[in-house]
């Protein structure tokens, strides 16, 4: 069963810290991952997508790692600021079809405390 | 920013009424979706387009109709609301391309008593 997992549930941090959320999934075969993020209230905003063959991407303060291999994804945080509260969803596409389908995470729900 | 927008945010409705949840993007996207989301759980998938014309069901139909007539627009309508119903509404669009990414609207809230 195609399935994504993200670890811890939650996480509370102090500002200017640094924190890793991570994901692991079962989905094959694997065609991309992306992490999102949600603030409350509001529609989740793609933050990286990796393919098969990229092993880390950065988005300013947001850096995604993955194992293809071992089927994890980490997203590391660094310098948190208090703006980075809200829940990061992991997204996993296969290829099982021409144009992908997407399983999703439960999120990490981030609190980045002053 | 955002370039795909939906109303109304916030809905309350009795059982039994039927309603219309709009979404629009400017962004001249192929593919659009309707997502449910739940609180702590994952997003699950409504309904979803390829193009004008084009729709699909998804994993949690859940008694919705959707249409396509225009690119920019990707209505949910729900024939007889009912308490199961409530929960949070997420319309997305993206290029045809299989890595290109979601784009969301904020949402519909949804409250049927």
């Known amino acids: 069963k195609n399935q994504v997992e993200q670890s811890p549930q939650s996480l509370i941090i102090l500002e200017g810290k640094n924190c890793t959320l991570q994901c692991n999934y079962t989905v094959s075969p694997f065609s991309n991952l992306r992490w999102y993020k949600q603030d409350t209230g509001r529609g989740p905003v793609s933050l990286t997508i990796m393919t098969f063959s990229e092993n880390t991407k950065s988005n300013g303060r947001y850096t995604a790692t993955l194992d293809a291999d071992t089927k994890q994804s980490s997203l590391h945080i660094t310098a948190s600021q208090l703006s980075d509260s809200a829940s990061y969803i992991c997204?996993?596409?296969?290829?099982?079809?021409?144009?992908?389908?997407?399983?999703f995470g439960r999120g990490t729900q981030l609190t980045v405390w002053p | 920013e955002a370039d795909i927008y939906q109303t109304p945010r916030y809905l309350v409705i009795g059982t039994g009424k039927k309603i219309t949840l709009e979404c629009s993007q400017t962004m001249g996207h192929d593919k659009m979706y309707w997502y449910q989301q739940d609180p702590g759980m994952e997003l699950h998938l409504i309904h979803y387009?390829?193009?004008?014309?084009?729709?699909e069901k998804g994993d949690l139909s859940s008694e919705s109709t959707v249409s396509r007539i225009r690119t920019e627009h990707f209505p949910l309508t729900l024939e007889s609301a009912r308490p199961s119903h409530t929960s949070q509404y997420l319309c997305?669009?993206?290029?045809?391309?299989?890595?290109?990414?979601?784009?969301f609207g904020n949402g519909t809230r949804l409250t049927v008593t």
């Open positions: 997204v996993v596409s296969d290829r099982g079809s021409t144009l992908g389908r997407l399983y």
């Open positions: 387009s390829y193009g004008v014309n084009s729709t």
């Open positions: 997305a669009s993206s290029e045809y391309r299989g890595e290109s990414p979601l784009h």
